[in-house]
C-alpha cells in the first residue's frame, strides 16, 4: 500500500474539526498539532480519537513547520492565513487553508505566486460547497437541468451575540473584533461560485450601521453586508451575510436557470433538503422537494457531523488532489478561493466609494495581479500600513477596556 500522506495542523480549536477527520482517514496520518494556547494542546491528548497516537505537539509555528511531513492544514486566525500558506508551500509542503484566504488583495498576489512556484496542492476549506444540498445543487447544475445560470443568492445570517465572548475571548484586537461588514463572505458567494463555475466580474456592497448588541460585546464594524455581483456569464449573484437577528441562523441558496431553480430550504430542512422545479418536467412543474444523499457514503463522512456533515469533505478531497485521485476535482483551488473571498474586499472599496461598482481581477491571469501587488487595504493596522480602512461606513463605536474587561470575564466564567 501507498504510504500515507502525514499531515500536520496549526490551530486546535476550528482545527479540531479536521483533525477528528484525520485521525481517522484511511490515507491519511496526523503526525503533528500545533496552537501556542497549552491548554488546547493538552485537550488534544485527551480527545478520544487519538488517544495513543503518536502525534507531536507544538507551542511554536516555526518548530511544527521543521516537522517531517508532507502537508499542513491551517486552521489558525483567519486573517493570517496567507502568510503562513505562503511559508508552508514555500517549505515544499501541500495546504489546506481554513476561510479566509487572504486578507488583503497583495496577499492575494503573494498567495498565487508562492502556489505556483511551488506546484504544491493548495485547498481552500469551504465547507459550504459541501452540504448535502450545495453539492446535490452542483451536481444538477452540471447536467444542465436547469439550463444556463441567470440569477443566484446566497445567505449566512448567523446571529453571534451569544457567542461572542467564547469566539473573542474578550480580546479587542481577536480577528473577529478587528472584522469588516462585508469579509466574511465566502459562505454566502462560495457555494454559488462553485456550483457554476461563473466568476464574479463587477462588485458592488452595502453595509448596515453598528448594532448596540454587537458593540456591547466588543465587535466595532457594521452589522451586514450585502454584495452584489455581475457573473463573467451575465449572470447575478445577491450576497447576505453578518449578524442580524434570526433563529435558526440562515444558510440558504438559491439558483435561477434558463429552464428552472434549485433551492435550499430557509427554515426546517435547512441544507439537508432541496428544492427542484425544471420547467416542463410533469413531476417536479409544482417543484419538488428530497433530502439529497451524501456524496460520500462511508463510515467516516457519516459520522463526521461538524456543518451538516460538510466537515468531512474539505480534508477528504484534499488526501485525493494529493494523490491524484479523480475524486480530488472538487477541491477548491487557490483561484477558485479569491473568486470566493475577493468579492469581500472589494464590495467594501465599494461602501466606502458612496457604493460604486469595483471590477474583480482575474487572478490566473499575471498582468491582472501584477496591479495588485501592493494594495494592503484592510482594517488591521498591523497590514495596512497607510492604506488602514474605518472598520465601518457610518462610524466607528469607540469601545471602552470594560467592555472587553466583561467580556473577558464572562468567558472565563463559562469555561
Ligand atoms: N468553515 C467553518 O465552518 C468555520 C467555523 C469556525 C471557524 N472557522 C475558521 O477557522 C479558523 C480558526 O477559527 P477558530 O474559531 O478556531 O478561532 P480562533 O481564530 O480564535 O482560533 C485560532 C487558533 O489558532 C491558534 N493560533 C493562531 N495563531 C497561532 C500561531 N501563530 N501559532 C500557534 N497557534 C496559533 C490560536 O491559539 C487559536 O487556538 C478561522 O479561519 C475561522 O474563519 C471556520
Redesign the pocket.
Known amino acids: 500500500m501507498e504510504r500515507k500522506i502525514r499531515i500536520g495542523v496549526?490551530?486546535?480549536?476550528?482545527?479540531m474539526a479536521m483533525i477528528k477527520v484525520l485521525a481517522r482517514h484511511p490515507e491519511a496520518e496526523l503526525v503533528a498539532i500545533?496552537?501556542?494556547?497549552r491548554p488546547?494542546l493538552d485537550s488534544c491528548t485527551k480527545e478520544s480519537s487519538l488517544y495513543g497516537r503518536d502525534i507531536a505537539l507544538y507551542?511554536?509555528?516555526d518548530d511544527f513547520l521543521n516537522h517531517d511531513m508532507d502537508a499542513v492544514v491551517l486552521?489558525?486566525?483567519?486573517n493570517?492565513?496567507a502568510p503562513f500558506a505562503v511559508r508552508v508551500l514555500d517549505s515544499g509542503r501541500h495546504v489546506l487553508s481554513?476561510?479566509?484566504p487572504v486578507e488583503t488583495l497583495s496577499q492575494a498576489y503573494d498567495l498565487t505566486e508562492a502556489v505556483e512556484r511551488s506546484g504544491k496542492v493548495y485547498a481552500y476549506?469551504e465547507?459550504y460547497c459541501y452540504f448535502p444540498a450545495t453539492q446535490e445543487m452542483r451536481k444538477l447544475y452540471r447536467q444542465g437541468l436547469i439550463g444556463e445560470f441567470l440569477h443566484g443568492e446566497g445567505e449566512y445570517v448567523h446571529d453571534c451575540e451569544s457567542i461572542w465572548p467564547d469566539?473573542t475571548y474578550g480580546e479587542r484586537d481577536?480577528?473577529r473584533n478587528r472584522l469588516y461588514s462585508s469579509y466574511y463572505c465566502t459562505h454566502s458567494i462560495g457555494p454559488l461560485v462553485h456550483i457554476t463555475g461563473a466568476r464574479p466580474v463587477r462588485v458592488t456592497g452595502y453595509e448596515t450601521p453598528n448594532a448596540a448588541n454587537m458593540s456591547a460585546q466588543g465587535f466595532p464594524g457594521g452589522t451586514s453586508a450585502l454584495i452584489v455581483m455581475q457573473m463573467d456569464n451575465k449572470a447575478v449573484v445577491k450576497s447576505l451575510h453578518g449578524y442580524l437577528k434570526r433563529e435558526p441562523s440562515s444558510i440558504w441558496y438559491a439558483l435561477y436557470g434558463a429552464k428552472g431553480m434549485l433551492e435550499t430550504d430557509r427554515w426546517d430542512g435547512g441544507i439537508e433538503r432541496l428544492h427542484v422545479f425544471e420547467e416542463g418536467n410533469p413531476r417536479t412543474e409544482a417543484s419538488e422537494s428530497y433530502r439529497p444523499r451524501r456524496a460520500s457514503d462511508t463510515a467516516l463522512s457519516r459520522e463526521t457531523q461538524g456543518?451538516g456533515g460538510s466537515d468531512f469533505y474539505p480534508v477528504h478531497y484534499f488526501i485525493k488532489k494529493i494523490l491524484g485521485d479523480p475524486e480530488g476535482a472538487e477541491s477548491i483551488d487557490v483561484y477558485e478561493a479569491l473568486d470566493m473571498a475577493l468579492p469581500g474586499i472589494l464590495a467594501y472599496k465599494s461602501i466606502l466609494d458612496g457604493n460604486k461598482p469595483y471590477d474583480m481581477p482575474d487572478f490566473r491571469n499575471k498582468a491582472d495581479r501584477e496591479r495588485y501587488r501592493n494594495d494592503r487595504f484592510c482594517t488591521n493596522p498591523a497590514v495596512a500600513g497607510q492604506q488602514l480602512a474605518p472598520q465601518c461606513s457610518f462610524g466607528v463605536p469607540a469601545i471602552g477596556d470594560e467592555v472587553y474587561e466583561r467580556v473577558r470575564k464572562r468567558y472565563l466564567e463559562r469555561g
Request: aromatic share 18%.
Open positions: 496549526i490551530g486546535a480549536f476550528r482545527g500545533c496552537d501556542k494556547y488546547l507551542e511554536n509555528f486552521a489558525n486566525y483567519a493570517e492565513h481554513e476561510v479566509l476549506a465547507n469566539i481577536h480577528w456543518h
